[in-house]
Nanobody, 125 residues
Framework: QVQLVESGGGLVQAGGSLRLSCAASGRTFSTSTMGWFRQAPGKEREFVAAISWSGAGRYYGDSVKGRFTISNDNVKNTVYLQMNSLTPEDTAVYYC??????????????????WGQGTLVTVSS
């Protein structure tokens, strides 16, 4: 089993940047894809970004394209989410997720095997 621990959330002003980290431990060799979702108060969970373990494939939700960048460090078993040009609409709890399957419809559905506990990002206007 893989365990995920997110960090890096906090309070930032609109227009600012944050970098989230997600450290994986356990049976990480079985992981094919990792990524991020977010959920704002009163809203449904939203796909943010995903990356294949090799780093070759990177995928983004429409609302974050051009502002957010996902990357990984296989030595550290860590995935990062660099968030730039933040707006109050980016305020949410951000969850890291991992799955043994390649990126596909499971990510669109949020049907993934492992989830982190979440980290809160608050963007003030």
């Amino acid at each position: 089993q893989v365990q995920l621990v997110e960090s890096g959330g906090g309070l930032v002003q609109a227009g600012g940047s944050l970098r989230l980290s997600c450290a994986a431990s356990g049976r990480t060799f079985s992981t094919s894809t990792m990524g991020w979702f977010r959920q704002a108060p009163g809203k449904e969970r939203e796909f943010v970004a995903a990356i294949s373990w090799s780093g070759a494939g990177r995928y983004y939700g429409d609302s974050v394209k051009g502002r957010f960048t996902i990357s990984n460090d296989n030595v550290k078993n860590t995935v990062y989410l660099q968030m730039n040009s933040l707006t109050p609409e980016d305020t949410a709890v951000y969850y890291c997720a991992a799955d043994r399957r390649p990126y596909g419809s499971s990510w669109s559905r949020g049907d993934l095997e492992v989830w982190g506990q979440g980290t809160l990002v608050t963007v003030s206007s």
